[in-house]
């Protein structure tokens, strides 16, 4: 957490935390880098929509550095958790207070009965004889 912490306050590394300047000059450095590409000629791409995708890239890069973060800060997150349920899982079952007492009461009031029915069998046994 304390990573995740220091990322959001420094703008995820982004420059100037991509806030609306930033966001247009990476937009001007895909159209750079677009055009660059699109110029040399070794490099098979033809199709002049690639320089707008690179640049409408480049508006959204500040957010895919921030959404790539979070999904990784996500991941742990849901290790720690599955971490600590087997953990559990592998301990004890949780056990409440009336589970306890539940459990306990049958088996004296079971035995108290018992005691009870033989205490007075045995009266009746007397009486009898």
């Known amino acids: 957490a304390a990573e995740q912490n220091r990322r959001e306050r420094t703008g995820y590394g982004v420059f100037r935390g991509g806030d609306i300047a930033a966001r247009v000059l990476f937009t001007l450095v895909g159209f750079v880098i677009g055009g660059a590409i ?11 929509a690639f320089v707008f995708l690179l640049a409408f890239g480049g508006w959204f890069y500040p957010d895919m550095v921030r959404f790539t973060c979070e999904y990784k800060h996500y991941k742990l997150l ?3 958790v599955t971490a600590g349920e087997e953990y559990q899982r592998g301990r004890a079952r949780y056990v409440s207070v009336a589970d306890v007492e539940d459990e306990d ?6 035995e ?15 009486q009898k004889h």
Request: charged share 40%; net charge neutral.
């Open 105 to 110: 009461e049958p088996e004296r009031e079971d």
């Open 112 to 126: 108290a009965r018992l005691d009870a029915a033989r205490r007075a069998r045995a009266s009746q046994d007397q």
């Open 78 to 80: 849901n290790r720690l």
């Open 38 to 48: 699109l110029a040399i000629p070794f490099i098979p791409i033809f199709e002049r």
